[in-house]
């Protein structure tokens, strides 16, 4: 057992005890049923949390706002069924992964959470916009985004953040920093073609 903490919390136990059962030789798994109970599990201790959005009583949106409002040092990914809208642009997660997830997925999306956690808090920041603007534009149309204020709002502070991180995302090599960010960002210009449907 490792000395990284992570948190599963889904309401399908079957799914949690899955999700435990492939990580458990490389971290401390801790499993929660539900938003409360997830509650209860987290501490300073976790490091990482691994939490489904659509659960009965507390949502896994409340719960990510509990842990961010209480001030929790741990990096979030919603791992859910949730295809992403524009609501998730309000949401303080580092990542979002959308079910089905593989052993591989999830084994990396750990580590992600753990990479991002070695930086500050603008590196921080700065990977969490650029996942939701990933994760948009998996999910929604050229048209759709550009007619959207709040993802234009988005990326203007992405290009504020990279203007001002500009030297240190330098010192990264590319390879490194490329694997920061799982999902490829669609080269939207093609989305505009005449061959696009």
Not at 14 to 42: I, K
Not at 46 to 60: F, N
Not at 84 to 98: A, C, K
């Amino acid at each position: 057992m490792g000395e990284t903490t992570v948190l599963i919390v889904d309401d399908e136990s079957a799914v949690t005890d899955v999700y435990a059962a492939h990580l458990q030789d490389e971290y401390d798994v801790r499993t929660a049923y539900s938003g409360s109970e997830a509650l209860e599990e987290l501490d300073d201790d976790v490091d990482a949390v691994l939490l489904d959005r659509r659960m009965p009583g507390m949502s896994g949106d409340e719960v990510l706002e509990h842990i961010r409002e209480e001030g929790y040092d741990c990096r979030v990914a919603m791992v859910t069924a949730v295809d992403p809208d524009f609501d998730i642009l309000d949401m303080g997660f580092d990542e979002y992964v959308v079910k089905p997830v593989s052993r591989d997925d999830l084994y990396d999306t750990v580590e992600q959470l753990l990479t991002y956690s070695t930086y500050d808090d603008t590196f921080q920041e700065y990977f969490s916009l650029v996942s939701k603007r990933a994760a948009l534009e998996t999910s929604k149309s050229r048209s759709a985004l550009e007619t959207n204020e709040e993802y234009q709002k988005l990326t203007d502070e992405i290009e504020e953040l990279e203007t001002n991180l500009d030297d240190a995302v330098g010192d990264l090599e590319e390879d490194e920093f490329g694997a920061l960010f799982r999902m490829p960002e669609p080269d939207l210009d093609s989305m505009d073609s005449p061959s696009q449907p």
